[in-house]
């Protein structure tokens, strides 16, 4: 019987995110997520990897408008005007993910994984990264409607090109 639960990440994605990670963790960089759309995938992701899991520092899992605004301090008026699915609001996240974790850099992620309502773009998401002492970065992907599982696989992709940056730019 096997001793613990793997997450069935494509090969390719697993060894990229241990690439990213490999010099976030040399120079001991701890990392912070703040997920909507991806429900935690981020997090469980790094926290699979052999002898990098340590890097993780904590996970916000936000899926709802009431949570972004208890766990990272989302100005309620900003979801309200803005739409939980934007820059702005992606930006808070990961500047809340920030200022509530020890970590070093945080990523945040809101978007539609699947359907969403009427007049929502399905595969539309936006990404921050937060760093200490550096400016919020934005960076805004529309996946299309290729299925939810598809798109939170893709947004994960998106993940660990981010850390990547983290990594060489820190």
């Known amino acids: 019987m096997d001793a613990g639960l793997k997450l069935a990440l494509p090969e390719a994605t697993r060894e990229r995110l241990e690439r990213s990670l490999r ?9 912070a997520f ?14 699979g990897i052999e002898g990098l899991g340590h890097v993780l520092d904590c996970a916000f899992v936000t899926y709802s408008n009431g949570a972004k605004t208890r766990l990272l301090g989302v100005d309620p008026d900003l979801i309200c005007s803005q739409g939980a699915v934007s820059e702005p609001v992606a ?8 200022e509530r974790s020890a970590a070093d850099v945080a990523i945040s992620i809101t978007g539609f994984a699947g359907p969403a309502g009427p007049d929502d773009e399905e595969g539309l998401v936006h990404f921050a990264m937060a760093r200490t ?18 798109v939170k696989l893709a947004a994960l992709g998106v993940i660990i090109d981010l850390l990547a940056v983290a990594a060489i730019t820190d």
Do not use: I, N, W, Y
């Open 23 to 31: 010099p976030l963790d040399a120079r001991g960089c701890k990392v």
């Open 133 to 150: 002492g550096r400016p919020t970065l934005h960076r805004l992907e529309r996946f299309g409607p290729r299925g939810a599982d598809a």
């Open 91 to 98: 930006r808070a996240m990961a500047d809340g993910a920030l």
């Open 34 to 47: 703040a997920e909507s759309c991806t429900a935690g995938l981020a997090a469980s992701a790094v926290s």
